[in-house]
């Protein structure tokens, strides 16, 4: 079990940057991949970014490569989301999830066991 808690989400500005935080909890947190992801009114949630148990994969969605690091501290135990260069359409819900460790870096919001509550991320323009 992993109990998973977000914070850093607030309103910012285009063209700002912000650190989403995500605390885990539970005895096998090291061992389980995390992602981020999002989601806006009226869609759907989709992925951003994801990390392996290790920390030595990476994987991000084309819309924020370039722009957001995913990273993670497994002696905090902390997954961070460091968002650059935001934009309006960066607006959205953010969560954190968990899943056990694989030898892929997984995408989608079924592949996911543990989730956040969530925190909110609205770009003005």
């Known amino acids: 079990q992993v109990q998973l808690v977000e914070s850093g989400g607030g309103l910012v500005q285009a063209g700002d940057s912000l650190r989403l935080s995500c605390v885990a909890s539970?005895?096998?947190?090291?061992?389980?991949?995390m992602g981020w992801f999002r989601q806006a009114p009226g869609k759907e949630r989709e992925f951003v970014a994801g990390?392996?148990?290790?920390?030595?994969?990476?994987r991000y969605a084309d819309s924020v490569k370039g722009r957001f690091t995913i990273s993670r501290d497994n002696a905090k135990p902390t997954v961070y989301l460091q968002m650059n260069s935001l934009k309006p359409e960066d607006t959205a819900v953010y969560y954190c999830a968990a899943r056990p460790g694989s030898i892929i870096v997984r995408t989608t919001v079924d592949e996911y066991n543990y989730w956040g509550q969530g925190t909110q991320v609205t770009v003005s323009s």
């Open positions: 539970g005895r096998t947190y090291s061992s389980y991949d």
């Open positions: 990390i392996s148990w290790r920390g030595g994969m990476t």
